[in-house]
């Protein structure tokens, strides 16, 4: 039985790309900027320039791209050990060199601490395996807790077949009005006040700029997509009861995600480098996904913690002091 892993490709290759492009981008215009001032003499020497802002950048792209590189690996799983292999290098870990498996563990990426499984050596190394970079973590996981199990027992290692499942449980109907609601005023949160704001103040500036309108109104849809899009994905809020978790979204009302209390093997509150405070939820089967809270106050993720406690779930606290 062999399981092989498969890459996510938006946060593996497109994500990483379009960061690389921006970094690229900049510099080159950078550059342009460079020659141009001293093409135009306003500039003894390019060395008088910013040129190093576009060195520094294309370094900074050519460290990520390597990064990302490095980072995702091609992982296969059998009966004899794990195999991980980059472009760089391919490696193969026996079960006997392994002495521990965290399956629901943390590696620092650029200061953040992210969602990962660890092996720790009997050297004392450790490899992370970053979740959010392979589609199939859940069947990863899943595969690596039956390793744990033959370890734990002290039997040789055997593999069954695992029936991927998809993201999230699928559920019906489910009535809000009695459920609890963990939330807060979206609009004067953080993410809020730069989203209304912001657009705001752009949408003023194209009513009253009519010789820039097509410029103005290009801006405004670039600071809309990004608003709406990248804080508004900071912006969840929570119903919960006896029986069931829905995650919904203040300013995406399409958002719908529901998930079985029993079926929630682990849910985290952690602070990601620079986002909002975030809960994490893990299914028994390891499917996880990530759910960032800006409306809500300290003491309404306190609340919501102690009811997760109270409901028998194991919990996870890496940002409110309790």
């Known amino acids: ?23 690229i981008a900049i ?10 001032e001293v093409s135009n003499g306003n500039a ?5 320039t910013p040129i190093y802002v576009s060195i520094l950048l294309v370094a900074a792209s050519i460290g990520t791209a390597v990064h990302f590189i490095k980072m995702c690996k091609t992982i296969e799983i059998d009966s004899e050990g794990i195999k991980l292999s980059s ?26 601490p992210v969602d990962a499984t660890n092996l720790i050596l009997l050297s004392g190394r450790q490899i992370d395996i970053v979740a959010s970079r392979y589609e199939n973590m859940s069947t990863i996981r899943k595969m690596l807790e039956q390793v744990i199990e033959c370890m734990n027992a002290k039997k040789p290692i055997e593999l069954s077949p695992i029936l991927e499942t998809s993201k999230v449980d699928p559920i019906g109907f489910v009535n809000l009005s009695g459920m609890t609601k963990y ?39 670039v600071i809309f997509g990004f608003t709406y899009g990248f804080l508004g994905s900071q912006l969840h809020y929570f119903h919960l009861d006896n029986n069931y978790l829905v995650v919904k979204n203040h300013v995406w009302p399409w958002l719908n995600d529901k998930y079985r209390v029993d079926n929630i093997k682990q849910i985290s509150i952690e602070t990601p480098y620079r ?5 994490m939820v893990i299914t028994k089967d390891f499917k996880s996904n990530l759910y960032q809270g800006g409306s809500l106050r300290n003491r309404t993720w306190k609340d919501l913690l102690n009811n997760f406690q109270n409901l028998n ?3 996870g606290n890496e940002a409110i002091d309790r």
């Open 313 to 315: 779930v194991d919990i």
């Open 1 to 23: 039985m062999v399981i092989e892993s498969r890459l996510n490709i938006f946060n593996s290759v497109v994500w990483p790309a379009i960061l690389i492009f921006w970094l």
């Open 275 to 279: 986002r909002s405070t975030t809960l």
């Open 27 to 36: 510099a080159s215009l950078v550059m342009i900027i460079s020659f141009e």
């Open 183 to 221: 939330s807060g005023n979206h609009i004067l949160s953080f993410n809020g006040l730069v989203i209304y704001g912001l657009n705001a103040f752009t949408i003023f500036m194209v009513i009253n700029s009519p010789n820039h309108f097509g410029l103005l109104f290009l801006v405004w849809i």
């Open 87 to 112: 472009i760089f290098n391919t490696e193969f870990i026996p079960w006997s060199d392994i002495k521990k498996i965290e399956l629901l563990g943390k590696c620092n990426i650029t200061i953040s």
């Open 44 to 48: 003894e020497s390019i060395f008088k």
